[in-house]
Structures are given as structure tokens and as C-alpha cells.
């Protein structure tokens, strides 16, 4: 199983690195150099994205698949049965850590 802290690093990291080179392509938008990394960047955010929600909770409305979220079934108070697993946490901005 994935570590989630270590997920929670990652999906920080290159969410910052998506951020990033929008606000460089806000103003250099022809930079293919950045059009690439930034392709890339966002690929691998919504492969974590999918990872966490798989093994963990989703952390977008986005991931939320009652079929495939919460395989590990921690942190839910509906485990083995299919639920809306939105509300499985805790989610980072609840006191949940890096």
C-alpha cells in the first residue's frame, strides 16, 4: 500500500509546480518549454490525485468514484459497503499532516 503522508507530499509539490508555471504562462504563453512541463506537471497531478483517492479519500469532487476510492477502507465509517466517499477524511485542512 501507498504511504499516504508521502502521497500528501507529492500531490503539495506538484500542485505548486502546476500553479507555478500557469502564473509563467499567464504572461509567456508561447514558451514551449514551459507548455510541456506543464502538460506533464498536470498529467502527473491527476495521476496522484487518482492514486490517493484509490488507496486513501478523494481530495476533489473530481475523484470521488463510490467503485474504486478508500480500497485501504480507513477513515470511513461505511467500510465494505459502496458510499459517496467524499466525506472519508480527514482531509488535509482538517488537522490532517504532510
Request: with cysteine.
Amino acid at each position: 500500500m501507498t504511504d499516504r503522508n508521502s502521497l500528501l507530499k507529492q500531490l503539495t509539490e506538484i500542485s505548486f509546480t502546476v500553479s507555478d508555471l500557469t502564473l509563467y504562462l499567464d504572461t509567456h504563453p508561447l514558451d514551449e518549454q514551459a507548455l510541456t512541463a506543464f502538460s506533464q506537471a498536470k498529467e502527473q497531478k491527476k495521476q496522484l490525485l487518482q492514486t490517493f483517492a484509490e488507496n486513501f479519500e478523494p481530495l476533489t469532487v473530481d475523484c470521488v468514484c463510490p467503485d474504486t476510492n478508500n480500497k485501504s477502507q480507513t477513515n470511513t465509517k461505511y467500510a465494505g459497503q459502496k458510499h459517496f466517499t467524499w466525506t472519508d477524511g480527514p482531509l488535509p485542512w482538517e488537522g490532517g499532516t504532510l
